[in-house]
């Protein structure tokens, strides 16, 4: 019988370094085929807005997009012309990355403003939180939700109970009061991501004994999640696409997602954890950036 959840009653440790708890996710950077048509994209359906700096630095042109009133980036882009569209079946990599709002009102404003304006959307219920789906003009995937309370979550033994089942839709537009969407509320983060992978096993081997994240649900279909502070996911993982080619350079893709750690002396933990389980990293200027097996590039670095 499921039980009421404390943050310290479940969960899988890693069996050596441990990232704090304190962790917290910063922007994805996306390579995209058609720059304008990406920022007409977040601006005029997720109410994203540009900041004055660009991307990261480099050649090709980019942009840099927060949440309005915000000077930290969620999403960063890339132009690469004709990089190619995410096909049907998926590719090994990003799955989705997910912005999470500050509360469930938040949720159904930015549901009603998708439906007015005709925007396709797949909905549902975790348990732990409510989702919104959609993905952008290159097929990358998204989803915007927002977390119930940690009272209201449960585990079975160990392991945090997460299910999909239906949305509540009309509940979640009620929440909203009718007020519209104008912009990304103040609070908004970048709550997860979400990699189709290869193999379970191997992915456990870089995100949890390699990067040292807490297993917290893994009994779920073909997936893994990873968390610290005993939140439902940091990190997702599949093998929905498994047999998929990696995505390459030449398509639309996430480039690297950031995790900000407390200290310098933490990312000096997660380098040598990463190295002791066999994982190359390198050390550009203050961050240490790691592939994953399939080469999805995570950067960690501090505030």
């Known amino acids: 019988m499921a039980e009421t959840v404390d943050a310290r009653s479940y969960g899988i440790r890693p069996p050596g370094h441990r990232l704090p708890d304190t962790i917290r996710l910063g922007p994805v950077l996306l390579q995209v085929a058609d720059l304008e048509r990406s920022l007409a994209f977040y601006r005029r359906v997720l109410g994203l807005r540009p900041l004055e700096r660009p991307a990261r630095p480099g050649p ?21 012309p004709d990089a190619a569209p995410v096909p049907r079946r998926g590719r090994l990599g990003l799955y989705h990355f997910a912005i999470k709002v500050p509360d469930r009102a938040a949720l159904g404003r930015l549901l009603a403003h998708l439906a007015a304006n005709g925007v396709p959307v797949g909905m549902a219920d975790h348990l732990v939180s409510e989702a919104v789906y959609l993905a952008d003009p290159d097929g990358l995937g998204i989803e915007v939700y927002a977390d119930r309370p940690r009272g209201e979550w449960r585990r079975d033994g160990r392991e945090l109970v997460m299910t999909t089942e239906p949305l509540d839709a009309e509940a979640v537009l009620r929440a909203g009061r009718g007020e519209p969407w104008t912009a990304m509320p103040p609070g908004t983060v970048i709550g997860h991501v979400h990699f189709s992978v290869g193999s379970l096993e191997t992915a456990a081997d870089f995100y949890h004994r390699g990067l040292g994240f807490d297993k917290v649900v893994w009994s779920y279909p073909g997936a893994l999640f990873l968390s610290v502070d005993g939140y439902h996911h940091h990190v997702g993982l599949n093998t929905w696409a498994a047999g998929a080619p990696p995505a390459g350079e030449g398509d639309a893709r996430l480039l690297e997602w950031t995790l900000i750690l407390p200290g310098a002396e933490d990312l000096g933990a997660v380098a040598r954890s990463l190295g002791e389980a066999g994982h190359a990293v390198s050390r550009p200027g203050r961050d240490v950036v790691a592939d994953d097996p399939w080469g999805t590039r995570v950067r960690l670095t501090t505030d």
Do not use: K, Q, S, T
């Open 60 to 80: 090709a042109p980019g942009a840099a997009l927060a949440a309005p009133g915000a000077d930290e980036p969620l999403v960063e882009l890339v132009e690469r």
